[in-house]
């Protein structure tokens, strides 16, 4: 029986790990950065990130899938990795493979994906940006059950975003 679960384990955390919504660095500059130049923009994250995933939902539900779920336990990775981003000032999937491992372990998960950005100052152009980039957009509208969202702010009040999304079965 323990080699029975060991192999399961093994063949979700597989399956896991294959889904990061892989992007180009051209596409990520393209579909994840708003230029803000010398505009002052006001953001209020956590409004913010209410948004975003009410549009989301939207979204799939314009489409014929289920709205997401909220995942509060998942946000401590979505924030964490905010702060990892913010200190390197860039966007990245960095060590998605050990944030997907532990959402799945801690949710019992059997998919894990992620999204990015960053600069951008409203929920319609992040996710106007996501849904024009085929992989975001593949992570936007899968087979997945819930989600989490993040937003930090730089230290110039710059938004970086990490949303994460989850299927439990």
Not at 44 to 70: C, F, K, T, W, Y
Request: with cysteine; glycine share 4%; net charge negative.
């Amino acid at each position: 029986m323990k080699k029975i679960y060991v192999a399961l384990m093994a063949m979700a955390l597989l399956f896991v790990f294959g889904q990061c919504s892989t992007t180009s660095p051209e596409e990520e500059e393209k579909y994840t950065e708003a230029q803000l130049g010398n505009e002052k923009v006001t953001i209020d994250p956590v409004a913010l990130e209410d948004e975003i995933v009410d549009m989301v939902n939207q979204h799939r539900n314009s489409i014929g899938l289920n709205p997401l779920q909220d995942n509060p336990a998942s946000y401590k990775y979505a924030e964490e990795h905010n702060d990892y981003m913010i200190s390197k000032n860039r966007l990245s999937h960095d060590n998605f493979e050990s944030r997907a491992s532990k959402i799945a372990e801690e949710s019992h998960a059997v998919g894990v994906s992620e999204n990015v950005a960053r600069y951008y100052t409203s929920a319609k152009l992040t996710v106007d940006a996501w849904l024009e980039s085929a992989s975001h957009k593949e992570a936007l509208e899968g087979d997945y059950t819930h989600t989490t969202l993040s937003i930090q702010l730089d230290k110039e009040g710059r938004p970086y975003f990490t949303q994460i999304f989850i299927k439990v079965e």
